[in-house]
């Protein structure tokens, strides 16, 4: 195997480029030596790891690093599948400095035995969002029309949309291309707004890549079959189909994927409304999740999706085809809830159109989401006008006499005009500094904190982050990146400081798989499996969990995380652990306590709750 990374440095302010070689052992993945560049050069940094083009299922996913414009510290993003095709390069990381002077394409292809080609094409942005089927998937279009005959094999683009010059939280995005064609299975590096660093940092709107290098990859499936029957009794195929089965259906509940088991599984656990279902009683929860989800939402995907079998993969071979399509329509649980029950849309047509519409921009799906979810809700509450955010229509936003489908449709219209607003600055939205910022200086100027209702979390002055989709203390927690699942998102209650250091343990295992490009929808296996890979490979498995632990130190050393600035944060919290408590029979002495302590004093018990979840992770993420 070949002991050494190699890095295509390219300063795109005059296209200059070279290539650097990192010992393995110095470093091993794209987070490692991520981290590395991005501190000397803050660049914009996209790799794979040492197992992509192997055998190993899942382990093709394409890695994002860099200081995040909407975060503000060092952030990781990944997509899934497009690394197959960056391996093609016969490279392992892709680092950006410098900036365009003119918004371009960076091209990159390369023939077996020949040096890479390069060139940085400048274009007409403006022009080529409002083209075709419009901004992230007109740009797309317009790339692989101008440069898709140059390859010999299919290549892959990586695309921004309006959402990346207009906000902090644009993404990037990519799908598939197979035979000449375009599929509909569109990836997304969401988290972290990469699309908005990409192209306002480095003026690259889009970058098209591909190639025919063949690399030294792991390919012997009789050695791979014999470790895991030696860890599994398993052959490596048979042991990622049963780690993999809730990505392709789960026969209990017949369903399959993330928006087909969370939302059969969640019940009264589930988020509606913009939080406010937190402060409901569990049974109208509960009536809310049967009528308007299980018997309807969940009822037609099922019904369009699973019994149909429209499922793909992300670009790679992978048994857990995890892609639920209807049509161009790729149902996630994530973007299908922010953009779903959080905004008040219990309808797949209304939220197959305003999540269409986001991706169409190029935002960060979840971030728009909770975005949509708070504005309505201060909407209304009368908090803020119609006319502030230059709308028309005022949002069904309480379940009282909801209709599941108009109202869907309707309050997905307004999410519509959000968007809309938000990419043109109409009214009083300009989010170019994030909603934080946005919302700090409107509730000065209204003299009513509208932030107490927009669950994030904070990050230094600016830095913000809409959490995952669930309904638990840790999704909150302050640690060096949030957004992602590097903590503990479970529905257990743990005490605070021990919360703290099984998110330190989550985090690292995660940078076992980020750092070697693989899918987590493969850690069943792959956070046993991989460092034992590593060593069998390399001879390194000691020194790859070091730098694992050395990672994750260095991340840690720069958390400026913020004491939470929304009361419903706060609220969040409180009703997890009263909820814990009287509707699933947790009767711990521990839970009693901080229960008893928020009711008293809600606020002082929050800031006490918070730090002994940064105690733990601190006490767990020491540079020895």
């Not at 020949?114 to 094409?121: A, F, P």
């Not at 305003?354 to 190029?362: E, I, P, R």
């Not at 979810?373 to 502030?388: D, H, S, V, Y």
């Not at 018990?605 to 730090?611: D, E, G």
Request: glycine share 10%; hydrophobic share 35%; proline share 3%.
């Amino acid at each position: 195997m070949d002991e050494q990374i190699k890095a295509l440095m390219v300063d795109v302010t005059c296209g200059y480029y070279r290539l650097k070689r990192y010992k393995v052992g110095d470093f091993f993945g794209p987070v490692d030596l991520g981290l590395h560049l991005s501190a000397k050069y803050n660049s914009l940094n996209i790799g794979v790891g040492l197992l992509a083009g192997s055998i190993f299922p899942g382990t093709n996913r394409l890695i994002f690093t860099g200081f995040s414009p909407c975060w503000g510290g060092f952030y990781i993003s990944s997509m899934g599948g497009a690394g197959l095709v960056f391996d093609n390069l016969g490279i392992n990381l892709l680092s950006l400095v410098g900036k365009s002077s003119t918004p371009s394409v960076l091209y990159l292809n390369r023939s077996q035995g020949e040096e890479i080609e390069l060139e940085i094409v400048p274009i007409s942005l403006s022009e080529v969002w409002e083209s075709g089927r419009g901004g992230f998937y007109g740009l797309m279009d317009s790339v692989y029309s101008r440069f898709g005959d140059r390859y010999n094999n299919d290549p892959r683009i990586l695309a921004t949309g309006p959402a990346a010059e207009a906000t902090d939280f644009g993404a990037i995005g990519s799908v598939p291309i197979g035979r000449g064609k375009m599929s509909f299975v569109d990836t997304w590096a969401g988290r972290g707004g990469f699309g908005s660093k990409m192209l306002q940092e480095h003026g690259i709107a889009a970058i098209i890549y591909g190639g025919s290098v063949i690399d030294e990859d792991f390919r012997d499936r009789k050695v791979a079959d014999q470790w895991f029957i030696d860890k599994y009794q398993k052959k490596l195929m048979a042991k990622d189909i049963e780690t993999t089965a809730k990505y392709r259906f789960v026969e209990d509940l017949e369903t399959g994927g993330t928006f087909g088991v969370n939302f059969s599984t969640l019940a009264g656990r589930m988020i509606s409304f913009n939080y406010q279902s937190i402060f409901m009683t569990e049974a109208e929860r509960l009536d809310i999740h049967d009528k308007m989800v299980v018997r309807h939402y969940l009822k037609q995907f099922n019904e369009e999706t699973i019994k149909t079998k429209q499922q793909k993969n992300c670009g790679e071979p992978c048994a857990a085809v995890c892609k639920k399509m209807r049509d161009e329509f790729k149902k996630d649980y994530e973007p299908y809830q922010a953009m779903g029950p959080l905004s008040a849309i219990f309808d797949q047509r209304a939220a197959e159109k305003l999540n269409h519409h986001a991706d169409q921009y190029g935002f960060d799906a979840i971030a728009a989401g909770g975005i949509i979810a708070w504005l309505m809700e201060c909407l209304a509450k009368g908090e803020i006008t119609p006319e502030e955010l230059q709308l028309k229509n005022m949002p069904k936003f309480s379940p009282g006499e909801f209709d599941k489908v108009n109202h869907s449709m309707e309050n997905a219209e307004i999410g519509i005009a959000i968007l809309d607003n938000i990419i043109s600055r109409k009214g009083i939205l300009d989010m170019k500094e994030g909603p934080r910022k946005w919302g700090r200086r409107v509730s000065r100027e209204k003299g009513v904190n509208i932030l107490d209702r927009f669950v994030f979390t904070s990050f230094g002055r600016k830095g913000w982050m809409v959490p995952n989709q669930y309904w638990t203390p840790g999704v909150l927690s302050p640690m060096a990146i949030m957004g992602k699942y590097y903590m503990h998102y479970g529905n257990d209650f743990m005490p605070p400081r021990e919360l703290g250091r099984f998110n330190a343990k989550r985090f690292k295992k995660e940078l076992i798989m980020d750092n070697l490009g693989m899918c987590r929808f493969h850690r069943g296996w792959g956070e046993e499996m991989l460092p034992e890979i590593i060593e069998s490979l390399y001879g390194q498995k000691d020194q790859f969990l070091k730098s694992i632990e050395r990672t994750a130190t260095r991340i840690n050393s720069r958390n400026a995380s913020i004491f939470w600035e929304s009361g419903r944060n706060i609220s969040l919290v409180h009703t997890f652990l009263k909820r814990k408590l009287e509707i699933d029979g947790d009767t711990s002495v521990e839970l009693k306590n901080w229960i008893d302590r928020f009711d008293a004093d809600s606020n002082e018990t929050a800031l006490s709750f918070w730090y002994e979840i940064h105690k733990g992770i601190t006490e767990s993420l020491k540079e020895f």
